[in-house]
């Protein structure tokens, strides 16, 4: 590809993501940079799961700012625990949970990168393949555990940012165990995990908006479901 040829693309992406972004907004959503969007119709004191929430657990704290959330942020990554530690001390509304969440419970490897923010249980991973890498064993949760660790029945919303696990998770899951979330932002990564492409994201956003879900993204990689009843 040509550098006329991106730039024509890059050009055609951001004029698709404006015309989405004014749809979204028009719809009462809230775009939060550089990603995130979410309806704002819940009450203070809701349920949030920021899970891959990295160690500033910025979707969290946003949040609890903003609509006075309970916000849990789950992650596996090791050099991530100590500030989320210390966001757990300072924020009386985060609580941190330091597991995996995936398709079945128990162990799995994580692999984490020396060098990038993200890591995964994915060898395939981008930051796995170029990056300086540390493996190790983590907990994981199915969606019905996690509820029963952290104490609800309901969660306003769930955000997922898996690093390629929400290939595995969401393509087992059933539709009851995604009833108790009224909104589910998923970051898909199709981009950065070799096994999975823009065919298996778009299999997976028909299969959940066939659960009950509408669908909304602004860029074709995030996408924001919305329960329907």
């Known amino acids: ?53 990295s160690y500033e657990a910025d979707f969290s704290l946003y949040m609890i700012e903003h609509h006075g959330a309970r916000a849990f942020g789950v992650d596996p990554t ?58 190790y064993d983590v907990e994981a949760l199915t969606l019905k555990s996690l509820l029963r660790r952290i104490g609800a029945n309901a969660v306003e919303i769930l955000k997922l940012d898996l690093e390629g696990a929400e290939y595995d998770l969401l393509g087992a899951v059933e539709r009851e165990q995604l009833l108790p979330f009224k909104q589910i932002f998923v970051e898909f990564h199709h981009h950065a995990v070799d096994r999975y492409g823009v065919e298996d994201t778009r299999r997976l956003v028909s299969r959940i908006a066939g659960f009950g879900f509408s669908a909304f993204s602004l860029d074709d990689h995030n996408y924001l479901f919305q329960r329907l009843s």
């Open 1 to 53: 590809m040509n550098l006329l040829s991106r730039i024509v693309g890059r050009i055609r992406r951001d004029v698709r993501k404006a015309v989405r972004l004014r749809r979204a907004r028009a719809a009462g959503l809230v775009h939060v940079a550089p990603n995130f969007l979410y309806s704002p119709r819940f009450a203070a004191g809701s349920v949030v799961v920021d899970a891959g929430c």
């Open 78 to 135: 090791q050099k991530h625990r100590s500030a989320l530690q210390t966001l757990e001390k300072r924020f009386a509304g985060f609580a941190y949970v330091p597991c995996a969440i995936a398709n079945v419970d128990g162990t799995l490897t994580f692999h984490e990168s020396r060098d990038n923010e993200s890591g995964s249980i994915f060898q395939d991973h981008v930051n796995m393949q170029h990056d300086a890498t540390v493996s």
